[in-house]
């Protein structure tokens, strides 16, 4: 079994200590780019982006050992951090996870577990706009830091009068002075 996993809520200044910690399941995924996003311009690094991390506990919380109710009080107190989306932090034995939201609690309570209850805690990594734009962290290549909607297209001719307002000799002009057909 491996030992205990901490919650830790700093907008309460509470931290939560499960010792009947079953499993602690750790999932770190890409998405693949499809043909529609690729052609779409949307901004895949290397064919792929990390998903955010995903933590599934599987625990077991008993009175024994502790104050009569102290189970109930673990599912009184996990209730109002997934209905109020607050950011946590997870500290298991493996990893420190920041950012991290409740976003699926079970408890059940059967006769196996009659002075307490077995339960799961799913948590999801919160991403910000700008780390969803970051480039993959497992990879080489540069980020890319340009437009990210779809491409226009412009004929010769657009091409030319924007260049044109914009300053800038038009391409046939170019093409004509560099002596290029």
């Known amino acids: 079994m491996p030992s205990s996993v901490q919650i830790q809520i700093p907008a309460y ?15 770190f995924s890409l998405k693949l780019q499809t043909k529609q996003e690729a052609e779409s311009g949307s ?5 792929a982006r990390n998903q955010p991390d995903k933590l599934i506990l599987n625990v077991i919380e008993s009175d024994v050992g502790h104050l009569p109710g102290w189970s109930d009080r673990m599912i009184q107190a996990m209730e109002p951090v997934k209905r109020m989306r607050t950011l946590c932090t997870v500290v298991t034995p493996a990893k420190t996870y920041v950012n991290m939201l409740l976003s699926e609690f079970t408890a059940t309570v059967n006769e196996e577990s009659q002075s307490g209850w ?3 805690l799913t948590f999801i990594q919160a ?7 970051k480039t993959n962290d497992n990879s080489s290549t ?4 340009g437009s990210t909607g ?11 009068q924007i260049l044109q307002k914009a300053g800038i000799i038009g ?8 002596g290029i057909a």
Do not use: C, W
Not at 171 to 178: I, L, V
């Open 171 to 178: 391409t046939a002009a170019y093409k004509t002075k560099a």
């Open 43 to 47: 901004d895949f690094i290397n064919g």
């Open 150 to 160: 779809p491409v226009q297209k412009y004929s010769l001719q657009e091409m030319e």
């Open 127 to 133: 991403t910000t706009i700008t780390e969803t734009k």
């Open 13 to 27: 200044g509470y931290t939560y200590t499960f010792s009947g910690v079953l499993s602690v399941q750790h999932h």
């Open 118 to 120: 077995r339960g799961s």
């Open 142 to 145: 540069a980020t890319h830091t």
